[in-house]
């Protein structure tokens, strides 16, 4: 029901910037926790970013934390990824994730179908 679509990726030098956007289809409340992930080419897909469904808490990956922040703007029913001082490592297709509870017996994960972030020199 619920679709994500992610947006803003692209190639970047090393020490650019890039603002990735995750908007949902529709407003729901049913959105608890919202996070990103991202996978390199020949490598498993890892947890970069989580925020809660209040944005009270929030993890980052060790690497990407100081220079990674994650984001929601209820209002535009979008969560956000701020990239600064990206390096090589940081190359990866990266997938919005959520995850929905529209009733007490019902949860479900969704994921977005991913943006490319590509920092090359």
């Known amino acids: 029901q619920v679709q994500l679509v992610e947006s803003g990726g692209g190639s970047v030098q090393p020490g650019g910037s890039l603002r990735l956007s995750c908007a949902a289809s529709?407003?729901?409340?049913?959105?608890?926790?919202m996070a990103w992930y991202r996978q390199a080419p020949g490598k498993e897909r890892e947890l970069v970013a989580k925020?809660?469904?209040?944005?009270?808490?929030?993890y980052y990956l060790d690497s990407v934390k100081g220079r990674f922040t994650v984001s929601r703007d209820y209002a535009k029913n979008t969560m956000y990824l701020q990239m600064h001082s990206l390096v090589p490592e940081d190359t990866a297709t990266y997938y919005c994730?959520?995850?929905?509870?529209?009733?007490?017996?019902?949860?479900?994960?969704?994921w977005g179908q991913g943006t490319l972030v590509t920092v090359s020199s």
């Open positions: 994730w959520a995850v929905l509870v529209p009733t007490i017996e019902a949860r479900y994960e969704v």
């Open positions: 925020i809660t469904s209040d944005g009270g808490t929030t």
């Open positions: 529709r407003r729901t409340s049913s959105i608890d926790a």
